[in-house]
């Protein structure tokens, strides 16, 4: 343990239970070798329990079986956070949690690929590196049972932002449910709560006492930055740049030659595709992958990600020595995984699966090696799956499923 540091512990990845043994044991061999009194260990162990249902804002590293379309996910931010408008949404959004008032809340809709969890990504970075701020994203399935959640927060006089990414989801709005009535408890100088969703929130969504404690506390708009979030830019150069500087993150991160921006050009950088910043950085990554250019419709687009996404789990099916013949299985595995928001762990997954015509008069040891498929192609972290993301892909392999 000889070089480590307490604060070295306490930044260890703590968004899943199963850290939580490795977490103490690592804090009790460090006291140990300290010197440090039991009451020192105690209070390592208050922090570990503070932080598993506030998962962090980003994540720094891509498992090496993850599909193409991951390079996409905003939590992992690999293409750089570029932009005026959304630049100087930052900064309002920055201003809007610094205001004195306790409780506030405020929400971001827009399509999929608009860049939502982006710029709550780089919101709570930004505020975490000021260290007066705890951050995160809410996880539904780590939320304490507790009635007093507020007190896993382990505040120290620090402010709070909590994200909700896909408020309008049932099992986040369980979770709202249970913490919009009680915010005004949380111990802590600032309260902000983010509210990401596809659609405003509407009253039925919510139970009585949640929807009356969120008008309290809802902010009408920001400055320069209404409830709708707008095009990532309209200026055609700034939409190049943005392409030109994810071909270069990307091609840095797969580790091959980054290429000549002037041999990369949009097609039509004025295209309404473009208003989505996902669709330029799929664009940016398909010319990493493949230099020659292609049609830029946003379904043309799509279509060429999925058909990678597609291969991702050809490949994982030859790893597990599954006949491709269960191809349109796993397809409909990934589609209703994907509309469910993701599942718990395998077992979960098998339930989910024998619902399905695909897999009806298929032996169970089919079922779970697709099962087991499925967590090996999208892991969350822990035991679970997670769907296929960004979005609008998962939006287009329902649609395209939905045509055939």
């Given at each position: 343990?000889?070089?480590?540091?307490?604060?070295?512990?306490?930044?260890?990845?703590?968004?899943?239970?199963?850290?939580?043994?490795?977490?103490?044991?690592?804090?009790?061999?460090?006291?140990?070798?300290?010197?440090?009194?039991?009451?020192?260990?105690?209070?390592?162990?208050?922090?570990?329990?503070?932080?598993?249902?506030?998962?962090?804002?980003?994540?720094?590293?891509?498992?090496?079986?993850?599909?193409?379309?991951?390079?996409?996910?905003?939590?992992?931010?690999?293409?750089?956070?570029?932009?005026?408008?959304?630049?100087?949404?930052?900064?309002?959004?920055?201003?809007?949690?610094?205001?004195?008032?306790?409780?506030?809340?405020?929400?971001?809709?827009?399509?999929?690929?608009?860049?939502?969890?982006?710029?709550?990504?780089?919101?709570?970075?930004?505020?975490?590196?000021?260290?007066?701020?705890?951050?995160?994203f809410i996880s539904p399935r780590l939320f304490p049972k507790e009635h007093?959640?507020?007190?896993?927060?382990?505040?120290?006089?620090?402010?709070?932002?909590?994200?909700?990414?896909?408020?309008?989801?049932?099992?986040?709005?369980?979770?709202?449910?249970?913490?919009?009535?009680?915010?005004?408890?949380?111990?802590?100088?600032?309260?902000?709560?983010?509210?990401?969703?596809?659609?405003?929130?509407?009253?039925?969504?919510?139970?009585?006492?949640?929807?009356?404690?969120?008008?309290?506390?809802?902010?009408?708009?920001?400055?320069?930055?209404?409830?709708?979030?707008?095009?990532?830019?309209?200026?055609?150069?700034?939409?190049?740049?943005?392409?030109?500087?994810?071909?270069?993150?990307?091609?840095?991160?797969?580790?091959?030659?980054?290429?000549?921006?002037?041999?990369?050009?949009?097609?039509?950088?004025?295209?309404?595709?473009?208003?989505?910043?996902?669709?330029?950085?799929?664009?940016?990554?398909?010319?990493?992958?493949?230099?020659?250019?292609?049609?830029?419709?946003?379904?043309?687009?799509?279509?060429?990600?999925?058909?990678?996404?597609?291969?991702?789990?050809?490949?994982?099916?030859?790893?597990?020595?599954?006949?491709?013949?269960?191809?349109?299985?796993?397809?409909?595995?990934?589609?209703?995984?994907?509309?469910?928001?993701?599942?718990?762990?395998?077992?979960?997954?098998?339930?989910?699966?024998?619902?399905?015509?695909?897999?009806?008069?298929?032996?169970?040891?089919?079922?779970?090696?697709?099962?087991?498929?499925?967590?090996?192609?999208?892991?969350?972290?822990?035991?679970?799956?997670?769907?296929?993301?960004?979005?609008?892909?998962?939006?287009?392999?329902?649609?395209?499923?939905?045509?055939?």
């Amino acid at each position: 343990m000889s070089g480590y540091s307490v604060s070295a512990i306490q930044s260890f990845e703590t968004g899943r239970r199963g850290n939580r043994d490795t977490y103490r044991a690592l804090a009790r061999a460090l006291n140990e070798e300290l010197g440090r009194q039991k009451k020192d260990l105690l209070r390592l162990e208050f922090d570990i329990k503070s932080g598993f249902w506030l998962t962090s804002a980003l994540r720094r590293v891509i498992g090496p079986r993850l599909g193409p379309a991951a390079l996409l996910d905003a939590r992992f931010g690999i293409a750089p956070w570029m932009g005026e408008a959304r630049v100087n949404q930052l900064d309002n959004l920055v201003r809007w949690c610094r205001r004195k008032p306790k409780l506030r809340s405020f929400s971001i809709r827009a399509e999929g690929g608009m860049g939502k969890t982006r710029l709550a990504v780089a919101l709570c970075e930004t505020l975490n590196a000021t260290g007066e701020w705890v951050t995160g994203f809410i996880s539904p399935r780590l939320f304490p049972k507790e009635h007093d959640w507020w007190n896993t927060l382990h505040l120290q006089g620090s402010s709070v932002l909590l994200v909700a990414d896909y408020a309008g989801r049932s099992g986040m709005l369980e979770i709202l449910n249970r913490i919009l009535p009680t915010l005004e408890l949380v111990e802590a100088d600032r309260v902000r709560l983010l509210l990401l969703d596809r659609t405003a929130l509407q009253t039925g969504l919510l139970e009585g006492d949640a929807w009356h404690a969120l008008q309290q506390i809802q902010e009408g708009h920001l400055p320069h930055f209404g409830p709708q979030l707008g095009p990532v830019s309209v200026d055609p150069q700034e939409r190049q740049d943005m392409f030109h500087g994810a071909i270069r993150a990307f091609a840095q991160h797969l580790g091959v030659p980054e290429q000549d921006p002037k041999a990369h050009l949009l097609m039509n950088p004025k295209s309404s595709a473009y208003n989505q910043v996902l669709l330029l950085h799929m664009q940016a990554m398909e010319r990493v992958f493949n230099s020659a250019p292609t049609p830029d419709r946003a379904d043309s687009i799509l279509e060429r990600l999925l058909d990678r996404e597609r291969e991702h789990w050809r490949e994982g099916m030859k790893r597990l020595e599954l006949s491709q013949v269960l191809f349109d299985a796993v397809e409909a595995a990934v589609a209703r995984v994907s509309e469910l928001g993701g599942v718990s762990d395998r077992a979960e997954a098998v339930k989910v699966l024998q619902l399905l015509p695909e897999f009806y008069g298929q032996p169970p040891t089919v079922t779970g090696a697709v099962a087991k498929l499925l967590r090996e192609v999208y892991p969350d972290g822990g035991k679970g799956i997670v769907p296929l993301r960004p979005d609008p892909l998962y939006d287009y392999l329902a649609n395209s499923r939905l045509i055939l």
